[in-house]
């Protein structure tokens, strides 16, 4: 007879830590928008005014220049990966940034974003990508 033990809701502590050492940029990211936007929506005033300008300003660039914006997050994300310490110190800086300059963080996610949309409406219009 094979003990078989019921899960029960949530996970273990040994779950989480091997998620988070498989997808730790992942995390720090998601982390880091998500405390952005608490900290914008909590000074509220101009850094919310800010972030919302910023991300859209971002967006702009991010569809018109899908190719430079490709080539520089790929090589701060290369950079910030290579190494243990390099990783460590950059999930540090982002979630820093994060509390104290949030809207810069909005920035990052325009950019993005517009570069993604900029890459799915060549892929749908039928063009060949604008970043390759």
């Known amino acids: 007879m094979v003990n078989k033990v019921?899960?029960?809701a949530g996970?273990?502590?040994?779950?989480?830590?091997?998620?988070?050492k498989k997808y730790g940029v992942e995390v720090?990211?998601?982390g880091a928008f998500i405390i952005s936007a608490l900290f914008s929506l909590i000074?509220?005033?101009?850094?919310l005014v800010w972030s919302i300008l910023l991300a859209g300003l971002g967006a702009a660039f991010g569809v018109v220049f899908p190719k430079w914006i490709h080539k520089g997050?790929?090589?701060v994300l290369h950079f910030f990966t290579k190494e243990k310490v390099t990783r460590i110190v950059g999930a540090t800086l982002l979630v820093?940034?994060?509390f104290f300059l949030p809207f810069l963080i909005?920035?990052?996610?325009?950019l993005e974003g517009g570069k993604s949309l900029a890459t799915e409406m060549y892929k749908a219009l039928g063009h060949e990508s604008s970043h390759k």
């Open 6 to 8: 019921k899960k029960e």
């Open 11 to 20: 996970f273990t502590v040994a779950e989480i830590e091997t998620h988070v």
């Open 28 to 30: 720090s990211l998601c």
């Open 43 to 47: 000074w509220g005033g101009s850094i």
């Open 73 to 75: 997050s790929q090589s």
């Open 96 to 98: 820093a940034i994060s």
């Open 106 to 110: 909005f920035l990052i996610l325009g």
